[in-house]
């Protein structure tokens, strides 16, 4: 009966996929980039089987290429990069992970993840630090030419965005549902489902602070 009731919202390529991150960069000078993981959330009510496909599967070692994932669990993939070349630097990968009922074959749903190599982190970091100079710079100039008394300039993540982070952290600290010794009223205890959405927009939140 469960199955019947929803199986009408299982639309074929219709259903959210959670993966954490959605880009992988790989740095030639540092063998520690060379290693990274996926995180593929599942804050579905019924299990999920997955399959990682990729654009370039000579490149990269996949561990646990297909496998599955509990309701309201989570899976770590762990995708090795093996071909780190000079001719490589720059090209952009792509991963495909498609999730679908462990009972059918058709994809429910799915996620594309880019990957690039780059040669080195502390040129990257260089680059854009250097990118980010000049556009403060040519912000400047814009402002004391159309608005000389104000000069200054914004810099760092939004109220919004740090906001949302300090709601998500509290979500997470709240007690979960089940948790009868906690003095936390009831209305105020979270499922698992909604903790691991709070956990997937916090890690977004913090890859976009880093990058500011």
Partial sequence: MHQQKRQ?????????VFVFPTELIFYA?????HKQVLTLYNPYEF???????CTTPNKYVVVDAAGAVKPQCCVDIVIRHRDVRSCHY?????FRLQVSEQSQRKALGRKEVIATLLPSAK???????KRI???LTESVF???????????????????TVFLGV??????????LGDMESLVPLYLHLSVNQKLVAAYILGLITMAILRT
């Fill in 167 to 176: 709601v998500c952290i509290a979500a997470l600290m709240l007690p979960t």
């Fill in 90 to 94: 720059g090209v952009i990968d792509k």
């Fill in 142 to 160: 814009f402002e004391q030419s159309c608005q000389p008394e104000n000069r200054t300039v914004s810099s760092g993540p939004s109220l919004l």
């Fill in 29 to 33: 000078d540092d063998q520690s980039t």
């Fill in 133 to 135: 100079k000049e556009h």
């Fill in 8 to 16: 009408p919202e299982l639309v074929e390529g219709n259903l959210p």
């Fill in 47 to 53: 299990a999920l089987k997955f399959k990682v496909l």
């Fill in 123 to 129: 040129e990257q970091k260089e680059e854009e630090e």
